[in-house]
C-alpha cells in the first residue's frame, strides 16, 4: 500500500542553525501538508501546498519557515533559524484531489525534530 | 476559529468491551471529519473519513457516527483488544479551506 515517507526520523540540530526536513508524498496526491506536534500538545497545522504554491499557512508559519517541492517527488519544510521552540515532531500529510471518493489525509511517520 | 475538544483524555477498558470515543466542535461548518490512531512516538494513521453530509461511517470494528448541527462525533471500537491500546485522535477540516484541526487525543488502554 502507498504511503507517506519522510527523512530524517530523527534530527538534532544546535539554536540558530538551517534544517531541512524531507517529505515524499503519495505518488498521485496533489495537495501537501505539513503539521506539527509539540510534546504532549495537540497536533497543529502548518502549512498546505498545492499546484507549487502555499494554498494555505497558520500563523506558526512565519518567515523562519518554508516549503518547496524541488521535483516531482520530494516535499520539504525549511526551518532558516531554528529555536528551542521549534522542537517537535514534524508530520508531512498528502491527499488525493477533491472531488474524489475520498479526501481523506495520510500522514507520514514524522521526524522528531530537537533543537539544543 | 475551530476547536476540537475530546473527552476523556484517557480511558482504561478490560479486554472485550466496546469503547466508546468522543470528539466535539464548536463550528459546524465542516466539511469531514477524520478519526486517526497514534501510537507512541509514531505518526498517525487514518481510520475513518466521515463527510459532512453522512451519519456514519464503518470499518470492520469500528464505526464512526457524526451529528454535524451538535458539533459531535463518536468513535465506537467493538470487542476491544490489547493491540487497540493508542492514543485516538479526531480533527476536522473546514468547509472553507484544507486544513485539520486536531483535538486533543483519547488515551486508550485496553487491559488482557
Known sequence: EPEVTQTPSHQVTQMGQEVILRCVPISNHLYFYW????????VEFLVSFYNNEISEKSEIFDDQ???????????TLKIRSTKLEDSAMYFCASRTQSGVSTDTQYFGPGTRLTVL | KQEVTQIPAAL?????????????????????????????????????????????????????SLDKS???????????????????LC??????????????????LVKP
Open chain 2, 70 to 88: 451538535s458539533g459531535r462525533s463518536t468513535l465506537y471500537i467493538a470487542a476491544s483488544q490489547p493491540g487497540d491500546s493508542a492514543t485516538y
Open chain 1, 35 to 42: 503539521y506539527r506536534q509539540i510534546l504532549g500538545q495537540k
Open chain 2, 12 to 64: 482504561s477498558v478490560p479486554e472485550g468491551e466496546n469503547l466508546v470515543l468522543n470528539c466535539s466542535f464548536t463550528d459546524s461548518a465542516i466539511y469531514n471529519l477524520q478519526w486517526f490512531r497514534q501510537d507512541p512516538g509514531k505518526g498517525l494513521t487514518s481510520l475513518l473519513l466521515i463527510q459532512s453530509s453522512q451519519r456514519e461511517q464503518t470499518s470492520g470494528r469500528l464505526n464512526a
Open chain 2, 91 to 108: 480533527a476536522v477540516r473546514q468547509a472553507a479551506g484544507n486544513k485539520l484541526t486536531f483535538g486533543g487525543g483519547t488515551r486508550v
Open chain 1, 65 to 75: 519557515f518554508s516549503v518547496e517541492r524541488p521535483d516531482g517527488s520530494n516535499f
